[in-house]
C-alpha cells in the first residue's frame, strides 16, 4: 500500500476527495466520509520543531507543538480545512492560534463534545453538535447525502467490529502480530479511507492469527504508542501489550454497535458507549474498572503508562490510578516523554526493570 | 573451585564482584568509567581477579548491569541495575524492604520484597539534580574534594537554603552565597539537603518498606546519609563499600544462572 503522503494525494487527485487536517482525538469521521472528505488526523508528524515554540508556552505537549509546527512549515497547503474537537485546553488553544491568529486561509471547523457525567440533556447536547456540523460543512461542501451518511456509518460500524476482534484475538494471545505491527496496521487508520481500511484490516486478521509469543502481557494506557522504539523493545523482550488504553486506540475505535436507524442517532449513541476516556471527563473509578477489566481479561501482569509530556488530562489522573491499581496487586510504570523522541537508555532501562519485575 | 562474576558499568564507576560457591565476596573492584565502557568492564575486572587471586578461566558465570551492560561482551545475561541492587541490598542486609541508590547521572528507590526481588520502583533520570553528578559539580565549584563534602557538611552548626532543584541554577546560586561569604560547610549542608528533599519525594511516592539501605556512591557521604536518615526518622544500612552492591547483585545472579545451567 501507498505511503501515507503519496495515498492523500492519490485520494484528493484521482478521486476528487477535499481533504481535512484532523487534530485529536473524538470526532465523527462518518460524517466527513460522506461528504466525500478524507479525514487526515494529526497526532505526531515526524518533524522537527522549528517554528511551533514562539507561539507556545514551554509546557504545551509535543501533539500541540508537532501539529502546529505542521501548519507553520506548510505541509498543510494541501488541505481543505481543519477541524479542532475540543479535546484539551491546549488543542482548543491551538485551534485560537490557528484560526484567529496565524490568518490561515482555510475554514477551521470546531467540535465540541460533552463531557461527563452526561444527563438526558447531553444526547440532545451532542445530537445538536453533530447536525451543526453538517449545517456549517454543507456550506462548503453542498448538501450531506443522508443515504451516503447511512452507508458511512454502517461502514464505521464495520471497521469497529474487525478490530474488535483484532483486539479479541490479542487479549486471548491468538494473534501472531508483534506490538510495531499491531499498531503500524491499528494506526493506518488515521489516514485511510474506509474503503481501504476495512480490506486492510481484513487482511491482517487473516494473515496474523496464531499463537503469540509467551511473555508477559501487560496493558498499554496513554495518548499513543509513539515512539514506536517502545513497541519495539517490548517486541524483543518477549512482553505482549494484549490491550491497551490508549486514546488514538482503543478508547475510541472500539466502538460498540448501535442498532438505531437513523445515522445521527446511531452516531450518538456510540459516543456515548465508549469506553472511558480523560477526553470525555470519566470518573477515575470508571477508568480504574475499565483497566481492572482489561488486566482481568488478558491475564496482564501490570500496565504501564505511556504518557506524553504535559499532557494534562491523561497526567491528573495517573496518581490516582495507579494508587488503585497497586492496592488490587497490579504493577504499574510510568513514562512520559515527547513524541518522536529516541528511547534513551535510562527509559529502556525503566521498561526493561519493569519487565524483569513481572516476569 | 568455580567462581561467579557481577559487572555494574555506571556512568562514573565501573564496579566488579567476584563470589565463590558459597556466596562470598572473593574479590571487587572500583575503577573510572572514563570514555570506553568495555575497556572499563576489562579493567575492573583484572583488578577483582588481582583480588581474588584466581584466574580468569575460573569464572563460570558472568552477570552485567548498569548502563553500559551492553558493552560487557563477556557477559551471559544483562540484567538492570534495579534488580541487581535490589538483590546486592537484600544479600548483605536481610531485613532490607528499601533500596536508596544515589549513583552518577540518576537516582532510585526500589521496594524490595522477599528474596530480593523487586516490588516496585522509582527513578530520577530526567535531570542531575539529585545525583552524584549535582555533587561532583558543587565541590568543583566550592573547590572541595567530594571525599570532603560529607565530614564538611556535618561540621556546619547551620545550613542555607539552596532554593534551585537544577544542578545549572543551582550552580549560578552557590556563586553568588560563595560572593556573599556564606561559610563553605552551610552551603554545603544547604546542598545536601536538596538532595534529600528531591530523594524524599521519590520515597514518598512508593512508600518505606522495612529497612531502608543505601546504595551507589553518594552512600558514601555521612553528611547526605545523615540528613536522609533525619528525614526517614529512621537508620539506614550503608555498606563500607556502597559501590559494589549492583555488581553483587550481578554476580549473586551470575551464581544462579550457573546453578539453572547445571
Not at chain 1, 125 to 139: H, I, M, P, S, T
Not at chain 1, 284 to 302: F, H, I, T, W, Y
Not at chain 2, 94 to 116: E, L, N, W, Y
Not at chain 2, 226 to 237: F, G, K, N, V
Amino acid at each position: 500500500m501507498a505511503k501515507r503522503e503519496e495515498y492523500i494525494d492519490k485520494e484528493k487527485k484521482e478521486k476528487g476527495k477535499k481533504l481535512f487536517g484532523i487534530f485529536p482525538a473524538q470526532y465523527p469521521r462518518e460524517i466527513l466520509w460522506a461528504m466525500n472528505v478524507l479525514p487526515v488526523e494529526i497526532w505526531d508528524p515526524p518533524l522537527e520543531v522549528i517554528h511551533a515554540n514562539a507561539h507556545l508556552q514551554p509546557y504545551i505537549c509535543s501533539v500541540v507543538r508537532l501539529g502546529l509546527e505542521l501548519i507553520l512549515q506548510g505541509k498543510c497547503e494541501g488541505l481543505d480545512g481543519f477541524l479542532f474537537p475540543h479535546t484539551c485546553d491546549s488543542i482548543q488553544n491551538l485551534s485560537s492560534i490557528v484560526s484567529d491568529y496565524l490568518g490561515v486561509k482555510k475554514p477551521c471547523y470546531f467540535f465540541y463534545h460533552p463531557k461527563s457525567p452526561y444527563q438526558d440533556s447531553s444526547r440532545v447536547y451532542y445530537l445538536e453538535q453533530l447536525k451543526g456540523l453538517v449545517a456549517r460543512l454543507e456550506k462548503q461542501l453542498g448538501p450531506l447525502d443522508s443515504s451516503q451518511l447511512k452507508h458511512r456509518v454502517q461502514q464505521g460500524q464495520e471497521v469497529a467490529r474487525v478490530l474488535k476482534q483484532l483486539y479479541d484475538l490479542r487479549v486471548q494471545g491468538e494473534l501472531e502480530a508483534s506490538n510495531a505491527d499491531f499498531y503500524r496496521v491499528v494506526r493506518r487508520g488515521e489516514y485511510l479511507s474506509p474503503d481501504d481500511f476495512l480490506p486492510l484490516l481484513e487482511e491482517f486478521l487473516a494473515a496474523a492469527k496464531g499463537s503469540a509469543q509467551g511473555g508477559p502481557a501487560v496493558i498499554m494506557s496513554g495518548v499513543l504508542p509513539n515512539p514506536k522504539e517502545i513497541l519495539t523493545l517490548l517486541d524483543e523482550l518477549g512482553v505482549r501489550i494484549a490491550h491497551d488504553d490508549l486514546l488514538n486506540c482503543s478508547r475510541r475505535l472500539l466502538v460498540p454497535p448501535s442498532r438505531a436507524d437513523d445515522p445521527f442517532e446511531a452516531l450518538t449513541e456510540s459516543y456515548f458507549a465508549m469506553p472511558p476516556c480523560t477526553t470525555k471527563d470519566s470518573s477515575v473509578s470508571e477508568r480504574v474498572d475499565d483497566l481492572l477489566a482489561k488486566v482481568e481479561q488478558s491475564n496482564a501482569k501490570g500496565v504501564i503508562f505511556y504518557m506524553v509530556k504535559f499532557c494534562e488530562p491523561e497526567l491528573f489522573d495517573v496518581p490516582q490510578l495507579t494508587g488503585e491499581l497497586r492496592k488490587r496487586g497490579v504493577a504499574t510504570l510510568l513514562i512520559d516523554c515527547e513524541l518522536n523522541q529516541n528511547l534513551s537508555g535510562q527509559l529502556a532501562t525503566r521498561v526493561e526493570a519493569f519487565f524483569e519485575m513481572i516476569s | 573451585m568455580k567462581y561467579f562474576l557481577g559487572i555494574d558499568v555506571g556512568a562514573l564507576s565501573t564496579n566488579a564482584v567476584i563470589l565463590d560457591v558459597r556466596r562470598e565476596i572473593v574479590g571487587y573492584s572500583i575503577v573510572q568509567t572514563g570514555a570506553n565502557s568495555t575497556e572499563a568492564a576489562e579493567e575492573t575486572l583484572e583488578k577483582a581477579l588481582v583480588m581474588a587471586n584466581i584466574d580468569r578461566a575460573k569464572i563460570t558465570s558472568t552477570v552485567a548491569t548498569g548502563y553500559g551492560r551492553i558493552s560487557v561482551p563477556f557477559a551471559e545475561k544483562k540484567v538492570t541495575e534495579i534488580s541487581c541492587h535490589a538483590l546486592g541490598a537484600y544479600y548483605l542486609y536481610p531485613d532490607t524492604g528499601t533500596v536508596i541508590d544515589i549513583g552518577g547521572q540518576d537516582s532510585k528507590v526500589i521496594r524490595v520484597g522477599d528474596g530480593g526481588k523487586v516490588l516496585d520502583f522509582t527513578m530520577n533520570d530526567k535531570c542531575a539534580a539529585g545525583t552524584g553528578r549535582f555533587l561532583e559539580v558543587m565541590a568543583a565549584k566550592l573547590r572541595v574534594s567530594l571525599d570532603e563534602l560529607g565530614d564538611l557538611s556535618l561540621q556546619a552548626s547551620q545550613e542555607v537554603q539552596i532554593s534551585s532543584v537544577c544542578t545549572v541554577f543551582a550552580e549560578s546560586e552557590v556563586v553568588s552565597l560563595v560572593a556573599q561569604n556564606h561559610p563553605t560547610e552551610e552551603i554545603i549542608r544547604g546542598l545536601h539537603r536538596s538532595i534529600v528533599n528531591r530523594i524524599w519525594s521519590m520515597v514518598k511516592m512508593l512508600g518505606i518498606r522495612g529497612a531502608v539501605t543505601m546504595s551507589g556512591g553518594v552512600a558514601k557521604n555521612r553528611g547526605v546519609v545523615s540528613l536522609l536518615e533525619e528525614r526517614l526518622e529512621q537508620p539506614i544500612h550503608v555498606h563500607t563499600e556502597p559501590q559494589i552492591v549492583g555488581a553483587l547483585g550481578a554476580a549473586l545472579l551470575a551464581l544462579r544462572l550457573a546453578q539453572t545451567a547445571t
